[in-house]
C-alpha cells in the first residue's frame, strides 16, 4: 500500500494548470473508445482555463492537484453539492473527477489518493463518498470495487453527441 501522495490545494491561480491537466488525462483516457468529434466538443466546453475559474470560484468544489515529485500527474474534485438521487445517505461527498497521466496509473497513486479523499470526507462529517464511472472503463471500475465502492445506480453522461451510461458507486463511510 502507497503512503499519502502528495497533493496541494488548488487555487484560483491554477485554472490553466487544471485546464491542461483536464484536457490531456481525459484525452489518454478516453480518445481510443470515442470520435474526435464527440472528444472535441467535449473537452472545449468542459476544460478551458474559464471554465476551470468558474469551477475553482464555486465553494461547493475543492480540487486537490496530485504530485508524484515536483510535477502534477493529475487531479481530483470533491464536490459537496446535490447528490444523485439513487443515494440513501444525507450527507454524501461527490468524486466529481479524478484523473492521472496514464503513465501514473497501476502505480498505487489512483488507491493512495481515494483512501486521502475518505479521510477527508469522515473527518468533515460526510456519511459516503459517491461517483460515477463509464460503463467501459474496467480499470477504473476494478479499482473501486476494489476499494468497497458499490454500484448504487446509474446515469447519462453526454460527450460531444453521444450518450454514453455511467454507473453510480457508493462507499459507505459510517
Not at 470515442?34 to 474559464?50: I, Q
Request: proline content about 4%; glycine content about 6%.
Amino acid at each position: 500500500m502507497k503512503p499519502n501522495i502528495p497533493v496541494r490545494t488548488a487555487t484560483s491561480q491554477d485554472n490553466i494548470l487544471l485546464a491542461r491537466q483536464g484536457l490531456e488525462t481525459f484525452e489518454q483516457a478516453f480518445a481510443a473508445q470515442n470520435t474526435p468529434e464527440d472528444m472535441a466538443a467535449y473537452l472545449a466546453g468542459t476544460f478551458s482555463p474559464e471554465l476551470q475559474a468558474a469551477e475553482l470560484a464555486d465553494p461547493h468544489n475543492l480540487f486537490w492537484l496530485i504530485y508524484t515529485t515536483e510535477v502534477p500527474v493529475g487531479y481530483v474534485k470533491i464536490s459537496t453539492g446535490a447528490a444523485a438521487a439513487c443515494l440513501t445517505q444525507v450527507k454524501a461527498l461527490k468524486i466529481a473527477r479524478f484523473y492521472l497521466l496514464q503513465v501514473c496509473c497501476s502505480q498505487g497513486i489512483g488507491s493512495a489518493v481515494l483512501r486521502q479523499v475518505q479521510h477527508y470526507a469522515r473527518k468533515n462529517g460526510f456519511a459516503s463518498v459517491w461517483l460515477t464511472v463509464w460503463e467501459h472503463n474496467p480499470a477504473a471500475l476494478a479499482l473501486y470495487q476494489k476499494l468497497g465502492f458499490k454500484m448504487v445506480g446509474d446515469e447519462d453522461f453526454v460527450l460531444g453527441q453521444d450518450v454514453q451510461h455511467d454507473f453510480v458507486m457508493d462507499k459507505k463511510l459510517i
